[in-house]
Every structure is written in structure tokens, then in C-alpha cells.
């Protein structure tokens, strides 16, 4: 069995038909997984995307070896550099900043980035690595994320976005902050325009005396007089 496996692993990393299509179609699944979860959230990337990138990377590795193979010449790691820098551009498209000052994005174009090195790792036939990997950046992502949100909830220092009638309101708010020892580490205005009137939002950067729940702390900002809105950044 062990010899059977061996024997198996070598063909599989050699250079022809059936390695090339194991390779690709490797990438395809890999990519995918990764894909599924991003998409299963309603991110700007999804299966599809995850999935063309990481069989792309996988082609162009394959695509280094050919040239390699077949012609003599070229650097296999070449090309692979390039998809490394230039899967730049997606990521970018992935991320934005809202008007309440919250980046979002940002995992899913590092996943993306991600995706494409997998993909470069199976077109080279580093198996083991690309199929370590997604597992472990789909564990981060799943299991991982409940961890943080959980420490996040509770942990001492808070942002969240508020918006205001008035500004007189917004010094009442930042008395009462004070008046329950809450310190203000930043704070930014801006106003905007509403059918209604104006209103004033404001992003918040606080810090606790001790660990409190952040949901609990939102529903009594909730019920201050003067606060049209209120949510956690996070």
C-alpha cells in the first residue's frame, strides 16, 4: 500500500496528462472551498471568483514547467511572482471604506491573494502545502471568527458611528461618556445631508474601565435623547 502510494505521489508530480488534470482540477476544488465560505456571507468575491483565480495560478505554474519542460528555457518561479503582484488588482476592487468610516473587504482580498498562492502551490504539484493551507485559512475563517467575535464583544476599547440631531446633542453625548468613565481615545465629525434636515455623524473610539459588552453598551447609547442612530464598527 505504502509503495502504491509512493508510486502514485511521483506520477502525480511529474510532468503529463493525467498530473496536469489533477493539478487543475485540485486547484479547482481548493479554490472553491475557499470561495463557498466567502460567498455563503454575501462577500464581493465568491465561488466563482475563488475558483478561476486559484485554477489560473495552477495553470500558470503549469505553463512555467511546460516552457521549462519543452523548450529549455525560462524561470518557473517567473511567472508565479507575477500573479503574486498582479492578483493585487482584485483585491483592491474587494475592498471599500462606507461612510460611517467602517473598511470592509479587507479578508476577503487577502483570501483572494490567498487563493492565487494556493493555486500557484498545486500548478507546481506542492500539494501537501495548498491542500494545509486551505484548510487552514477555511478553519480561520469559520472557526477562527466566532473566536474573535467573541473577544471582540466584550473587550475594553470600542468604535461605533452615532449620528445626532444637533450639536449640542454630541456635547451632551460626550458628558454623559464621561460621566460613566468612558474615555474618548478619537472622535470624528462629519455632516450629512438628510431629506429630513441635517444630521451630525460622528465616529466614536472609546475605551471602558472594564470589559463590557459591547451590545449593552449600544442599547444604552440607544436610548440617549439627541441619538437618531447608533452601531458598532467593528
Known sequence: MIDFLTRADEYLR??????????????MVLGGILGMERGRKRRPAGFRTYMTVCVASALVMTT???????FGTGDPARLGAQVISGI?????GTIIVTGRSQVKG???AACLWASACIGL????????GAIICTILIYLGMTVMHRIEWSMLSKAR????FA?????????RFIQMLRDHN?????????????????????VFNVKMEHPTSHSKMIEMFSGFDGIQFVEEIM
Do not use: P, W
Open 157 to 160: 476599547v470600542m468604535d461605533f
Open 14 to 27: 511529474d510532468f503529463n496528462m493525467v498530473s496536469i488534470l489533477f493539478r487543475l482540477v485540485l486547484a
Open 106 to 108: 479587507l479578508t476577503t
Open 182 to 202: 468612558i474615555t474618548i481615545s478619537d472622535i470624528q465629525v462629519n455632516r450629512r445631508e438628510q431629506n429630513h434636515g441635517d444630521l451630525i455623524g460622528v
Open 163 to 171: 449620528e445626532f440631531s444637533s450639536m449640542q446633542d454630541v456635547g
Open 64 to 70: 512555467s514547467q511546460y516552457m521549462m519542460n519543452y
Open 121 to 128: 502551490a498545486v500548478g507546481i504539484g506542492f500539494y501537501q
Open 88 to 92: 493585487g488588482f482584485l483585491g483592491a
